[in-house]
T-cell receptor
């Protein structure tokens, strides 16, 4: 079983739609959680951290469920510019080796 | 402020050839990383450097060596390239001071024939 699992998609949604992605992680000792965005043939960039109480940044909402070991990302009012791959990232333990990246979920927003 | 830069952007090698991928950051970050990204695999850590003068193996270090030349620069060397090393290579850095946010370079697309 992969440490961090994501549905690869693609998720094809119309502009204005609401879309949600889930990510599951296997290590219950995981401490920190992040969503990164990666545009086609570009480098990953931090989208948002995920806090225990859930957090929102504009149209983006991230949730953490420690009991079920998953995190989610909700995108409201999808824009064409949201088309990208969304990477789930989990930190387990301390030290510089600790970040584990999921393989990503691809989102395609259509006009 | 360029962030993290990588050279070259593209490279084609023949099996057995060697090359060095260069990475530099201008954010005064302590920690630097090399990852490879393959389809369906996610980013996998090759080597990292927690601070100037130190390097450590990551998840997939075989076939690679690294040098932390100074605080700014962290290079990745392939001594004898193999087709299995065909991948996109990303360098990243983080300040290492209470934050886990990693800043990535634009990547190097390497093909080994």
């Amino acid at each position: 079983r992969k440490e961090v699992e994501q549905d690869p998609g693609p998720f094809n949604v119309p502009e204005g739609a609401t879309v949600a992605f889930n990510c599951t992680y296997s290590n219950s000792a995981s401490q920190s959680f992040f969503w990164y965005r990666q545009d086609c043939r570009k480098e990953p960039k931090l989208l948002m951290s995920v806090y225990s109480s859930g957090n929102e940044d504009g149209r983006f909402t991230a949730q953490l469920n420690r009991a079920s070991q998953y995190i989610s990302l909700l995108i409201r009012d999808s824009k064409l510019s949201d088309s990208a791959t969304y990477l789930c990232v989990v930190k387990t333990g301390t030290g510089r080796r600790a970040l584990t990246f999921g393989s990503g979920t691809r989102l395609q927003v259509q006009p | 402020n360029a962030g993290v830069t990588q050279t070259p952007k593209f490279q084609v090698l023949k099996t057995g050839q060697s090359m060095t991928l260069q990475c530099a950051q201008d954010m005064n970050h302590n920690s630097m990383y090399w990852y490879r990204q393959d389809p369906g695999m996610g980013l996998r850590l090759i080597y990292y450097s927690a601070s100037e003068g130190t390097t450590d193996k990551g998840e997939v270090p075989n076939g690679y060596n690294v040098s932390r030349l100074n605080k700014r620069e962290f290079s990745l060397r392939l001594e004898s390239a193999a087709p299995s090393q065909t991948s996109v290579y990303f360098c990243a850095s983080t300040s290492g001071q209470g934050t886990d946010t990693q800043y990535f370079g634009p990547g190097t697309r390497l093909t080994v024939l």
